[in-house]
């Protein structure tokens, strides 16, 4: 695997949740986005939720670039297999700086995926975790997410719980 001091991080990797990682063993490493994570299988771990065409490494790391420049505000986690230097899952938190409640903070949750071979093994509640402790740290007041109805038992299971509804309309 390839050491985190050798990589270009998306955000600082102390706010990564010491318990998450020691829950998740020697043979995980729980780290934030790097700038090369094409490499290392993102693009297979993202295409368990929708299409996820390969970028070009250029575009991948100008999007990258694009997100490192709000500091702040994406927070990307990926958890690697240590033998093979490959991502088996990942997950975002995005903050949202808001003008009410005192220019409170909201996290938004989104994106978690886990490759099918590793699903059934609590990386998924480890993502959740680590993304609730890093808002949290951030100083969100609450983090909320949207999802399947097939999902919401896995949510529940995190400690979310069902309110209001999500509305769409694609442009
Ligand atoms: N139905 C019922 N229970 C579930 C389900 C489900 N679909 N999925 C997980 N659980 C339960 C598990 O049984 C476990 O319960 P336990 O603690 O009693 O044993 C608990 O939830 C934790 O499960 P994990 O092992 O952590 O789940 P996993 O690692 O497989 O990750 C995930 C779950 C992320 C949904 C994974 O299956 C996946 O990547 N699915 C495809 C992509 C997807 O749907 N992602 C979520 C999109 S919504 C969003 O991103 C905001």
Same mark, same amino acid.
């Given at each position: 695997?390839?050491?985190?001091?050798?990589?270009?991080?998306? =955000?600082?990797?102390?706010?990564?949740?010491?318990?998450?990682?020691?829950?998740?063993?020697?043979?995980?490493?729980l780290?934030?986005?790097?700038?090369?994570?094409?490499?290392?299988?993102? =693009?297979?771990v993202?295409? %368990?939720?929708?299409?996820?065409?390969?970028?070009?490494?250029?575009?991948?790391? /100008?999007?990258?670039?694009?997100?490192?420049a709000?500091?702040?505000?994406?927070?990307?986690?990926?958890?690697?297999?240590?033998?093979?230097?490959?991502?088996?899952?990942? *997950?975002? %938190?995005? %903050?949202?700086?808001?003008?009410?409640? *005192?220019?409170?903070?909201? /996290?938004?949750?989104?994106?978690?995926? %886990?490759?099918?071979?590793?699903? *059934?093994?609590?990386?998924?509640?480890?993502?959740?975790?680590?993304?609730?402790?890093?808002?949290?740290?951030?100083?969100?007041?609450?983090?909320?997410?949207?999802?399947?109805?097939?999902?919401?038992?896995?949510y529940?299971?995190?400690?979310?719980?069902?309110?209001?509804?999500?509305?769409?309309?694609?442009?």
């Amino acid at each position: 695997m390839t050491p985190d001091n050798q990589l270009d991080l998306l =955000f600082d990797p102390s706010l990564i949740p010491a318990s998450v990682q020691e829950q998740l063993g020697p043979d995980l490493h729980l780290r934030p986005l790097a700038s090369d994570d094409h490499k290392r299988g993102h =693009f297979d771990v993202l295409a %368990v939720l929708t299409a996820a065409p390969q970028l070009s490494p250029k575009a991948y790391k /100008g999007n990258f670039d694009e997100l490192k420049a709000c500091p702040g505000t994406y927070f990307i986690i990926v958890i690697i297999d240590v033998s093979s230097d490959k991502i088996v899952g990942s *997950g975002s %938190v995005i %903050v949202e700086r808001k003008f009410l409640r *005192g220019t409170g903070l909201v /996290g938004h949750i989104e994106d978690i995926a %886990v490759s099918k071979a590793a699903q *059934g093994k609590k990386l998924g509640l480890r993502i959740i975790n680590a993304l609730e402790k890093i808002g949290e740290s951030r100083g969100c007041y609450k983090i909320i997410l949207d999802c399947s109805e097939k999902n919401i038992p896995f949510y529940e299971k995190c400690g979310f719980k069902h309110k209001e509804y999500e509305m769409v309309r694609y442009m």
